[in-house]
């Protein structure tokens, strides 16, 4: 591993080590590129993955405070924890569930295709789907994706043989266990899945792609890099020239350093990613760096998520198997005449029992919650990830009132729904206790809005700079040598779990980034 | 696959050290601890009679007949250390349950329900909630009661041993899934 000098200015520092960050990591080291990888997390390894639920949540979490508002569900629920994604070195890669579908071209469309809609900020990408394809293709060979490029696909699980028997009663077609970042066969160096159910405590085998144990110890072999965990970026500087030149960071014994850069990539997951430009104002940049614009924060969207739970008489055991190995893709269309604009796709789902009642149900007591307990052997389950409508006035924003363990102010973030959110949760719930009746389903319970998982668009990327942060490659309209490189650079969100989007776009800037430092651009 | 499956005693213990700790020395752990009292020697902030009107509370938030009382002893425990380090959650938890009155515990379970119905928005119901919550369904004792196996890793996952032994729905087409990677 390579050892950058605090005052080397020849340094690219990329802010977080997930999809984006630990992708985009690897791809400039292996151009030879030096590279700074700071990450606010520890490090662990499929050794130290705690298959305690609890403990495991706690070891791979994002808990510094946040506060939310807004009348979404999440506010209730969980006051405490708008979002549920990963501080630890391979980011939320680390948790994920390894779902890895494409976005659809109309979805990259969004504003043309669903038309005016009130009270949102649509916007159409700035990349047409034919452009990002390729790069699509070449995350899908990198991440070894299943049921593409000859991969096979995962086998079935008893809670797919649910899922599966209750759509094709319904009469859907598009029913499979998924495209997963999870392999089914050795392969990459790593083993295959031996449906442990243990997707979001870590993957000790391995099968599942993570940033953790793929892309950065490739870039660590490099030579290039240097990669500094319990590293917590809390500014970025620039120069009289408007163009970046440091990330001011806290170290774990909480030493405040300064690591001089060439340039800066940002991919702190779209809260954090947000919070560190508004937490970076300066004279020059009053509202924060890259937020000319005031788009910064805004347009938060975190995809249509909410839990069905089918009970049956007899035994499923949803929890042995991959967490999501299964999706109905029917749903992925734009037809109005269902009451909403956008798709959404149906996925597999199982809890572990202490995680089930705490995230999964809802809010309730007596014997009507203990009788669902009961149930937990005969329980199945699936959730939505649909595309959520983007708002100005949905966003991440800085909350001087309460401030974190560096003395910051923390995020706040804030979320209306709007009624095209709430209809199409309601569809989705509607089809999803069909599926469950339509098979015998004995009691259907339909859970809350879990914890944010998929943090998105607060830095997007837009044609026109006043929509947006970034260009069509995630660098900000108002500073070059600044780069956004997570889930928060996304457009729109679509209705496609974002990781694979956010690792083509990553492998897509970094061929940008390399091409413009050796024509001397940036 | 469908067998029960049985609690480890050191996998118990190793969970439970604290509340059963001293209490092992003979016999089956669940069994001391059943008998009511055993527990109650551990409580640091509550005294007995409030610690078994915490566990009425918690039987009544979450009603597991055949639960044992030890799972529900976990959380009593939980809720007790937690209060010996802070003083605002003592307040709360021991006002709350002075509240209840004093035979909250023999009260019967619809008394129980309406008594506790009125303090629901109180910090210290949502504070019994939660902890319940928390701790009930994470023991090894919640675990073998619920059926729920737990973590895989260490037996080879369920590749091999349930995870596709649903036989009361069609198979799914291979087309739509994929071959196991190993015979079987």
Known sequence: MAHI??????????????????????????????????????????????????EAFVQLTWLDARTQSGNWGVARDFPTLPAWHCKTVGGTTVHWTASTPRLEPWELRAKSTYGDIASTSLIDWPIAYEELEKYYQLAESRMVVTRRNGVPGLPASNNFKVMHAGA??????????????????????????????????????????????????????????????????????????????????RDSAGRELRQRARLVCVAGNAIETARLLLLSSSSKFPQGLANSSGQVGRNYCHQITGFVWGIFDKPVYSWRGA????????????????????????????????????????????????????????????????????????????????????????????????????????????????????????????????????????????????DGVTNAFGQAHDIKNLFISDGSALSTPGAANPTLTIVALALRQAEYIAAQAKARNI | ???????????????????????????????????????????????????????????????????????????????????SKDENLRKTIKEGVGALGADFTTRKERERVELLTKVEPSGFFQTMRLKTVQVLYASPIAYAYFGYEGEAFSKGGYLLRGFNDLRWLPEVPLDDSGAMPVGG
């Open chain 1, 5 to 54: 000098e605090h005052k080397d200015a020849g340094a690219v520092v990329i802010i977080g080590s997930g999809a984006g960050g630990g992708t985009l990591a690897h791809e400039l080291t292996r151009r030879g590129m030096k590279v700074v990888l700071l990450e606010a997390g520890k490090r662990q390894s499929q050794e130290t993955f705690s298959q305690v639920p609890g």
């Open chain 1, 168 to 249: 094709k009663k319904l009469g859907y077609k598009r029913v499979h266990t998924g495209h997963m970042a999870i392999n089914s066969r050795a392969s990459d160096g790593r083993g295959f899945c031996i449906q442990q159910g243990f997707c979001v405590q870590g993957c000790k085998m391995g099968a599942k792609w993570s940033t953790l144990y793929t892309e950065i110890p490739r870039a660590e072999a490099t030579g290039n890099l240097d990669l500094r965990v319990e590293a917590t970026a809390t500014r970025i500087e620039h120069g009289a020239n408007g163009r970046v030149n440091a990330v001011v960071y």
């Open chain 2, 1 to 83: 696959m469908d067998q029960p499956i049985t609690v480890d005693r050191r996998e118990l213990l190793k969970a439970t050290t604290g509340l059963l700790a001293g209490l092992v020395v003979t016999g089956s752990p669940l069994a001391l601890v059943a008998r009511g009292r055993a527990w109650a020697v551990d409580l640091k902030t509550f005294t007995t009679p409030e610690g078994a009107a915490l566990m009425a509370v918690a039987r009544t938030l979450m009603p597991h007949d055949k639960l044992d009382d030890a799972a529900y002893a976990l959380v009593i425990q939980a809720i007790d250390s937690e209060a």
């Open chain 1, 323 to 466: 967490t999501l190995a299964g999706v109905v893709e029917d749903e992925v269309v734009n037809d109005p005449q269902r009451g909403f604009v956008g798709g959404y796709r149906i996925e597999l789902l199982a809890l572990d029992l202490p995680t089930l009642p705490l995230v999964g149900l809802p809010y309730g007591w007596g014997r009507d919650f203990a009788s669902i307990m009961e149930s937990y052997r005969n329980m199945a389950g699936m959730f939505i990830n649909g595309e959520d409508l983007p708002r100005s006035d949905n966003r991440v924003t800085l909350n001087s009132a309460v401030k974190d363990q560096h003395g910051l102010p923390v995020a706040n973030i804030h979320v209306d729904e709007h009624a095209n959110d709430q209809a199409m949760r309601k569809h989705a719930q509607g089809q999803m206790s069909k599926m469950y009746d339509a098979v015998g389903a004995k009691r259907i319970v339909l859970g809350p809005t879990p914890p944010a998982t998929h943090n998105l668009c607060t830095a997007r990327m837009s044609a026109d700079p006043r």
